[in-house]
T-cell receptor, first 112, second 116 residues
Framework: GENVEQHPSTLSVQEGDSAVIKCTYS??????FPWYKQELGKGPQLIID?????GEKKDQRIAVTLNKTAKHFSLHITETQPEDSAVYFC???????????FGDGTTLTVKP | ETGVTQTPRHLVMGMTNKKSLKCEQH?????MYWYKQSAKKPLELMFV???????ENNSVPSRFSPECPNSSHLFLHLHTLQPEDSALYLC???????????????FGAGSRLTVL
């Protein structure tokens, strides 16, 4: 089955700096890679996703890159703000099989 | 509010109790999921339902019994649980379990379960 590894497990940055979270996956059949943000007391919320036919996607301060050959994808947050502090999860899935495998999460802390 | 509502938000139960968790989605989705979130395994899939039919049981102990009476409602019936079952139980839904809408999950806020 699919195996997703996520690094780092914790990340602390100064407000205004950039943050990068990386994930690797094992199943070459995976074709959908979402990122979820989980704030305290809430469930994970989708913030950005990328499909295997695209190498990069950007939405304001967040971007995701995908390297299918190396089987890794990354989340980039620029100009971080305190409200970006949360746990971030990556996931990989094969939409034909219909099951997502999640990374173990990264706790991001943005210091004011 | 995400469109997926879970009740209760917090539940404390003894090992001999029977309780149920409820999930309701107002998104018109056809697939619903139960996930367990704990410190050991942050997001662990338990069950998947597609059009009310169970399509995935991820080797979950029988003390957890899911029920999906229709595409909008999902229950998790709990009985004779163990303290190690204490966790946050998350419900999610997606447009479909496979295809282009698959795996785009909308999560509820979760039910925090404590087993004494």
């Amino acid at each position: 089955g699919e195996n997703v590894e996520q690094h780092p497990s914790t990340l602390s940055v100064q407000e205004g700096d950039s943050a990068v979270i990386k994930c690797t996956y094992s199943d070459s059949a995976s074709n959908y890679f979402p990122w979820y943000k989980q704030e305290l007391g809430k469930g994970p919320q989708l913030i950005i996703d990328i499909r295997s036919n695209v190498g990069e996607k950007k939405d304001q301060r967040i971007a995701v890159t995908l390297n299918k050959t190396a089987k890794h994808f990354s989340l980039h947050i620029t100009e971080t703000q305190p409200e970006d502090s949360a746990v971030y999860f990556c996931a990989a899935s094969n939409t034909n099989a219909g099951k997502s495998t999640f990374g173990d999460g990264t706790t991001l802390t943005v210091k004011p | 509010e995400t469109g997926v509502t879970q009740t209760p938000r917090h539940l404390v139960m003894g090992m001999t109790n029977k309780k149920s968790l409820k999930c309701e989605q107002h998104l018109g989705h056809n697939a619903m999921y139960w996930y367990k979130q704990s410190a050991k395994k942050p997001l662990e899939l338990m069950f998947v339902y597609n059009f009310k039919e169970q399509t995935e049981n991820n080797s979950v102990p029988s003390r957890f019994s899911p029920e999906c009476p229709n595409s909008s409602h999902l229950f998790l019936h709990l009985h004779t649980l163990q303290p190690e079952d204490s966790a946050l139980y998350l419900c999610a839904s997606s447009q479909a379990p496979t295809g282009s809408g698959a795996n785009v999950l909308t999560f509820g806020a979760g039910s925090r379960l404590t087993v004494l």
